[in-house]
């Protein structure tokens, strides 16, 4: 069976553990039903203040702040989830933004819900919340096969590697934009639009906080914002296997080498190497994580919510002990038999998945 | 002081509430960063989270305020 253990920012109930106390260690995550009937977790999403989870049979539940119906679950039972609880239908991409959430049916038409001021939901023009989920506005015949939320924005990829996206757009993270008569970029597209972009087909693509990265073949990663830029690779990186974003900063991992570019106010551009090899790394908003060959999982960043676990130094229960804010080297957060199947953070939160 | 603040944002990325005379941006920690208008006018640029100890540089000029005044009452 499989088990998800979570630690981090916990103030609306975001881990699902059914507290709102931050924790700095690893803890069970909680089921409104059997947490032992959901089969195999593939993906999890992690909001402002709200998650997702994925299951490989296409359920979804979700947890945390329901304040704008962000959950997909019906809104008139509260305002927050402590447990994560399911969202009806079977899906196959999920993916959580600031306030809202989009879903991917398994015909791949996008849906979406929650809160979204400048059109993160793609509903239409000037609808900013849906308490359940509600099909975004796609051309007939539009198909996607993954999607990925910013803070903001979302983008979705069809199966022939076209980009579409949604939401703000004022600093060309949906591609350079049209000026409007007061000589500014538009800021909102409110329905989904193709994106145009020196790539003919997208391999991959992330969001940070202002941009967007998007991958084509060998490895030519560029950066969508007030410009288009092509990122030039370190040397170090010789195939670039990961890519994965933190609010402010990039991430490459080619094998067993991390290379970070951006903003390093709080350790968040790897400095440090683990002991064993790597086998993935995942980004919250401002940490990273990495599961190694010797099944230990390491975080970096920071950490003042407990998301990157405590300190070695602090391992009696004194709570005047604090941990440190900035972890600038790789600090152990798992190190069990248990295997650890996935990774993945979200905002100051971190999540693993192990089989037991 | 400058090494803890985290980043520096433009005024245009904030939300303003004409209630509170907040300005308010997404924290990394979930919460958000927030200052009010009138703080600005007296030229303070540190947005704080009530939740975390990261803090923001706010980018504007005094023009971008008015837009603002202009929501109140
Ligand atoms: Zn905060």
């Known amino acids: 069976m499989f088990l998800i253990l979570a630690c981090g920012s916990n103030g609306n109930f975001q881990l699902g553990n059914g507290s709102d106390e931050d924790l700095n260690y690893l803890q069970n995550v909680h089921f409104v039903d059997d947490v032992t009937i959901h089969g195999k977790p593939m993906k999890i999403a992690g909001g402002g203040n709200h998650t997702l989870i994925l299951f490989e049979d296409g359920q979804v539940y979700s947890a945390g702040s329901n304040e704008y119906g962000q959950l997909g679950i019906d809104p008139v039972i509260s305002k927050s989830s402590p447990r994560f609880a399911p969202i009806l239908g079977k899906w196959k991409d999920v993916a959580c933004g600031w306030e809202f959430l989009v879903l991917l049916d398994t015909e791949g038409i996008a849906w979406s819900c929650g809160l979204g001021t400048k059109g993160e939901l793609g509903i239409g023009d000037g609808i900013r919340q849906a308490n359940k989920p509600t099909k975004v506005s796609i051309p007939d015949g539009l198909t996607f096969e993954i999607v990925r939320c910013g803070v903001f924005l979302t983008i979705a990829r069809t199966l022939n590697g076209q980009l579409y996206g949604w939401g703000v757009c004022r600093k060309g993270q949906l591609g350079i934009q049209p000026k409007l008569s007061n000589g500014k970029p538009r800021a909102s597209i409110w329905s989904p639009e193709k994106l145009e972009t020196p790539l003919d087909y997208v391999t991959r693509f992330e969001m940070g906080r202002e941009c967007t990265y998007i991958e084509g073949k060998d490895n030519l990663v560029y950066q969508l914002g007030t410009e288009i830029t092509k990122v030039e690779m370190s040397p170090q990186i010789q195939h670039v296997d990961q890519i994965e974003t933190m609010w402010s900063s990039i991430h490459f991992r080619s094998s067993n080498t991390i290379v970070s570019q951006g903003n390093n106010s709080h350790g968040q551009l790897l400095n440090d190497t683990p002991e064993d090899p790597l086998v993935c790394m995942a980004t919250g908003s401002e940490h990273g994580l990495v599961l190694t060959q010797l099944n230990k999982v390491y975080a970096w960043g920071w950490g003042e919510h407990g998301n990157c676990g405590r300190h070695e130094n602090n391992n009696d229960d004194d709570s005047d002990n604090q941990d440190p804010v900035t972890y600038s080297k790789l600090n152990l957060i798992y190190d069990d038999i248990h295997k650890v199947i996935a990774i993945g953070g979200g905002c100051a939160t971190s999540w693993v998945v192990i089989e037991k | ?73």
Do not use: N, W
């Not at chain 2, 433009?10 to 303003?16: A, L, Q, R, S, Y």
């Not at chain 2, 919460?31 to 923001?56: H, Q, R, T, Y």
């Not at chain 2, 005094?62 to 929501?71: A, C, I, P, V």
């Open chain 2, 1 to 73: 002081m400058s090494e803890s603040i985290y980043d520096e944002i433009e005024i245009d990325d904030f939300t303003f509430d004409p209630v509170t005379h907040l300005l308010q941006y997404p924290c990394p920690c979930g919460d958000k960063f927030a200052i009010a208008l009138e703080d600005l006018e007296d030229g303070e640029d540190i947005a704080v989270c009530p939740s975390c100890s990261l803090m923001v540089r706010v980018i504007f000029d005094e023009d971008d305020l008015e837009q603002f005044k202009e929501q109140l009452e």
